[in-house]
């Protein structure tokens, strides 16, 4: 395995937006290891949104790894990232299952559910039930991406996931 290692401070005037670009192009996967720090940082988190979109677009697997977050700081995560499936690194066998997940060993999600933000709510609430029924889920919600097309979400979704669900209220159809 080979790893590009990009630290979010700016590197001699160049953006953070261009050093994730360059990234996404060079890398498979792509990892978060997100920290009490990185939640402190506004303009991170907003980045964060668009390195989601950019890394679906291109076909790219994101693994969340939490450092030193606490649960309710893991709730005020975007719920997109939120429901992605993160790895502890203060949870035994860390380097082993992170491994697993770089090299793909493992299929990622039960179910990919496509929904409106205005259904925010009722969509996290779907998504845990569906995790007490033992699934796991990712969830994008719809409206401008950053210029990512539907058809590459489906894509990456597809490739994520063994189902898609389309969370269908009045709020997407009148998009």
């Given at each position: 395995?080979?790893?590009?290692l990009?630290?979010?401070?700016?590197?001699?005037?160049?953006?953070?937006?261009?050093?994730?670009?360059?990234?996404?192009?060079?890398?498979?996967?792509?990892?978060?290891?997100?920290?009490?720090?990185?939640?402190?940082?506004?303009?991170?988190?907003?980045?964060?949104?668009?390195?989601?979109?950019?890394?679906?677009?291109?076909?790219?697997?994101?693994?969340?790894?939490?450092g030193?977050?606490?649960?309710?700081?893991?709730?005020?995560?975007?719920?997109?990232?939120?429901h992605?499936?993160?790895?502890?690194?203060?949870?035994?066998?860390?380097?082993?299952?992170?491994?697993?997940r770089?090299?793909?060993?493992?299929?990622?999600?039960?179910?990919?559910?496509?929904?409106?933000?205005?259904?925010?709510i009722?969509?996290?609430?779907?998504?845990q039930?569906?995790a007490?029924?033992g699934?796991?889920?990712?969830?994008i919600?719809?409206?401008?991406?950053?210029?990512?097309?539907?058809?590459?979400m489906?894509?990456?979704?597809l490739?994520?996931?063994?189902?898609?669900?389309?969370?269908?209220?009045?709020?997407?159809?009148?998009?």
């Amino acid at each position: 395995m080979t790893c590009v290692l990009i630290e979010i401070d700016s590197l001699h005037g160049i953006r953070a937006r261009d050093m994730f670009d360059y990234v996404l192009k060079q890398s498979r996967r792509i990892l978060l290891y997100i920290t009490t720090h990185y939640l402190q940082d506004f303009s991170l988190k907003m980045e964060t949104k668009g390195i989601m979109h950019a890394a679906m677009s291109q076909q790219k697997q994101v693994i969340p790894v939490y450092g030193d977050i606490t649960s309710e700081e893991q709730r005020k995560l975007p719920l997109s990232l939120r429901h992605l499936i993160p790895i502890d690194s203060r949870e035994e066998g860390f380097l082993k299952h992170l491994s697993m997940r770089i090299k793909g060993e493992d299929i990622e999600y039960n179910v990919f559910i496509f929904y409106d933000r205005r259904d925010e709510i009722e969509v996290e609430q779907l998504s845990q039930d569906l995790a007490g029924q033992g699934m796991t889920c990712m969830l994008i919600e719809s409206g401008p991406l950053h210029g990512l097309r539907e058809k590459d979400m489906f894509g990456y979704a597809l490739k994520q996931s063994r189902s898609v669900l389309l969370y269908i209220t009045t709020h997407l159809l009148h998009e």
